[in-house]
């Protein structure tokens, strides 16, 4: 095998690091939902109101994962892109060497606002108190 197919080959593998991920992401958003109109049916059932306020610890829980899950992703893509500029010529799949100060988006505070998951988890928890304050949970 020559040094250009191996690059192919780690590239690849690269791929589907970030492919399963991606995946994993896309699971936590249906879990998050899911979740959280359980919690806000078995509280519309006449049970303790404020038992709908449980619905933000599985929310913030995955919202962190996600975004966990969304620095992992952007620290495959800045691999990918050294493999691409042949700084990497080895099968290296190792990110920890791979700096947040280098790259600004790959911090976890910035991976957590970012628009995919701010946008997402923030339209939830603003739904989570609409329907807090409608099933009057703050009386």
Same mark, same amino acid.
């Given at each position: 095998?020559?040094? $250009? *197919?191996k690059?192919?080959?780690?590239?690849?593998m %690269?791929?589907?690091?970030? $492919?399963?991920i !991606?995946?994993?992401? #896309?699971q936590?958003?249906g879990?998050?939902?899911t979740l959280v109109s359980?919690?806000? +049916?078995?509280?519309a059932? !006449?049970?303790? /109101?404020? &038992? &709908?306020?449980? +619905? &933000?610890i599985?929310?913030?829980? #995955?919202w962190?994962?996600d975004?966990? =899950?969304? @620095?992992?992703?952007r620290? =495959?893509?800045?691999? =990918? /892109? @050294?493999?691409?500029d042949? /700084?990497?010529?080895?099968f *290296?799949m190792d990110?920890?060497d %791979?700096?947040?100060n280098?790259?600004?988006?790959?911090g976890f505070?910035?991976?957590? #606002? +970012? @628009?995919?998951? !701010?946008w #997402? =988890?923030?339209?939830?928890? !603003?739904?989570?108190?609409?329907l +807090?304050i409608?099933i009057g949970?703050f009386?």
């Amino acid at each position: 095998m020559d040094k $250009e *197919d191996k690059k192919i080959k780690h590239l690849e593998m %690269i791929e589907t690091v970030i $492919e399963r991920i !991606g995946n994993n992401s #896309f699971q936590l958003k249906g879990w998050s939902v899911t979740l959280v109109s359980i919690i806000g +049916a078995l509280s519309a059932q !006449g049970s303790e /109101k404020k &038992f &709908f306020l449980l +619905a &933000f610890i599985p929310l913030l829980a #995955f919202w962190m994962l996600d975004a966990f =899950y969304l @620095q992992i992703e952007r620290k =495959y893509r800045v691999l =990918y /892109k @050294q493999v691409l500029d042949d /700084k990497i010529t080895t099968f *290296d799949m190792d990110i920890h060497d %791979i700096n947040t100060n280098d790259d600004k988006n790959i911090g976890f505070l910035r991976c957590m #606002f +970012a @628009q995919v998951e !701010g946008w #997402f =988890y923030l339209s939830i928890i !603003g739904v989570v108190m609409t329907l +807090a304050i409608l099933i009057g949970v703050f009386h």
